[in-house]
């Protein structure tokens, strides 16, 4: 069965860095577009960066431009999420989705999901 499993949240304090990880079983990851997803207290689940199959990145939300990056691993089947100066703004679940593959920069819409990890941001 295809599966997402998202691993890696905890809690960090402002400006400190965590990264998440999102573990790809069923399916080959690198041939899929990928994207990170964040739900904070209250407010809709927003898209955070997105990548194409080819690795071009599709979407970054201006809250997090500079401070998170999208690593992939193929040999693990695995993407990542790099989280730094971290913010309490950052606080939420964070998921990650198999995204509709696409030039198209702006695009991300999701296709299939993860469960999510927690990521508090507090001092």
């Known amino acids: 069965q295809v599966q997402l499993v998202e691993s890696g949240g905890g809690l960090v304090q402002p400006g400190g860095s965590l990264r998440l990880s999102c573990a790809a079983s069923g399916f080959t990851l690198e041939y899929y577009a990928i994207g990170w997803f964040r739900q904070a207290p209250g407010k809709e689940r927003e898209a955070v960066s997105c990548?194409?199959?080819?690795?071009?990145?599709?979407y970054v939300a201006d809250s997090v431009k500079g401070r998170f990056t999208m690593p992939r691993d193929n040999a693990k089947n695995t993407v990542y999420l790099q989280m730094n100066s971290l913010k309490p703004e950052d606080t939420g679940v964070y998921y990650c989705?198999?995204?509709?593959?696409?030039?198209?920069?702006?695009?991300?819409?999701?296709?299939?999901w993860g469960l999510g990890t927690q990521v508090t941001v507090s001092s």
């Open positions: 989705a198999i995204v509709v593959n696409t030039a198209v920069v702006g695009s991300c819409q999701p296709e299939y």
């Open positions: 990548l194409n199959s080819s690795d071009g990145i599709i």
